[in-house]
């Protein structure tokens, strides 16, 4: 009999971020209200789902994401490090377009080469590192739903690498399909991927 599971790997909410630099793997970057919000209404719509495992990244705001949904069903949050954050080399810095450190010329050099990327981890070893974190939840949840709550980048690269498209992309939310809040959801028969989905539950 085929063993069907389902893995939702969740960008964690809105993040309270009033300097709008690149806070990346930065501690003490919390969900602001909006993004506690939207922890709740995903935590709603999952909670007739047969949730029986939870994990999340290391970082706060992904802790704080998965808690009503891990509340909602009586389970505790792992932690798994390989859903943390990609690593960038203006982490810390503004990085808007015409502002802060991409205006200045000694930067220019981390901008070399979009492919790997140059500016910080990369794409190749997120994708293994996700794609590992995956299979893992998969492992634990298996005839049931687990949740993954972890980032933009790490989630957008882990579902280019499921879907056969080239891991450099623009950086933009048509490209990435994972705004926040957003569930990318990879269904399994047994151990064979099958399909996969995405949906914005808590609005943009």
Same mark, same amino acid.
């Given at each position: 009999?085929?063993?069907?599971? +389902?893995?939702?790997?969740?960008?964690?909410?809105?993040?309270?971020?009033?300097?709008?630099?690149?806070?990346?793997?930065?501690?003490?970057?919390?969900?602001?209200?909006? %993004? =506690?919000?939207?922890?709740?209404?995903?935590? *709603?719509?999952?909670?007739?789902?047969?949730?029986? !495992?939870?994990?999340?990244?290391?970082?706060?705001?992904?802790?704080? @994401?998965?808690? $009503?949904?891990?509340?909602?069903? %009586?389970?505790?949050?792992? @932690?798994?490090?390989?859903?943390?954050? &990609?690593?960038?080399?203006?982490?810390?810095?503004?990085?808007?377009?015409?502002?802060?450190? /991409?205006?200045?010329?000694?930067?220019?050099?981390?901008?070399?080469?979009?492919?790997?990327?140059?500016?910080?981890?990369? !794409?190749?070893?997120?994708?293994?590192?996700?794609?590992?974190?995956?299979? =893992?939840?998969? *492992?634990?949840?298996?005839?049931?739903?687990?949740? #993954? +709550?972890?980032?933009?980048?790490?989630?957008? @690269?882990?579902?280019?690498? /499921? @879907?056969?498209?080239?891991? $450099?992309?623009?950086?933009?939310?048509?490209?990435?399909? #994972?705004?926040?809040? &957003?569930?990318?959801?990879? !269904?399994?028969?047994? *151990?064979? /991927?099958?399909?996969? &989905? !995405?949906?914005? /539950?808590? %609005?943009?």
């Amino acid at each position: 009999m085929t063993e069907k599971t +389902v893995v939702h790997v969740m960008r964690h909410g809105e993040v309270h971020n009033p300097d709008a630099i690149l806070y990346g793997r930065l501690p003490d970057f919390h969900l602001s209200e909006k %993004g =506690r919000a939207q922890a709740e209404r995903v935590a *709603d719509w999952l909670v007739a789902h047969d949730i029986t !495992y939870v994990v999340a990244s290391p970082l706060e705001r992904a802790q704080e @994401t998965a808690a $009503p949904i891990a509340a909602t069903h %009586g389970l505790s949050i792992d @932690t798994d490090p390989d859903l943390i954050e &990609s690593e960038n080399v203006f982490e810390g810095e503004r990085v808007s377009p015409g502002d802060g450190a /991409l205006r200045n010329p000694r930067n220019w050099w981390h901008l070399r080469n979009p492919r790997t990327p140059s500016w910080g981890e990369p !794409y190749e070893q997120i994708a293994q590192r996700m794609q590992a974190a995956l299979y =893992r939840a998969r *492992d634990r949840a298996r005839g049931h739903e687990a949740v #993954c +709550v972890s980032h933009q980048l790490p989630t957008a @690269t882990l579902r280019r690498s /499921l @879907t056969g498209l080239k891991l $450099p992309h623009l950086p933009t939310a048509a490209n990435r399909m #994972c705004n926040h809040a &957003s569930l990318s959801s990879f !269904y399994f028969h047994d *151990d064979a /991927l099958v399909g996969w &989905s !995405y949906a914005e /539950l808590a %609005g943009r």
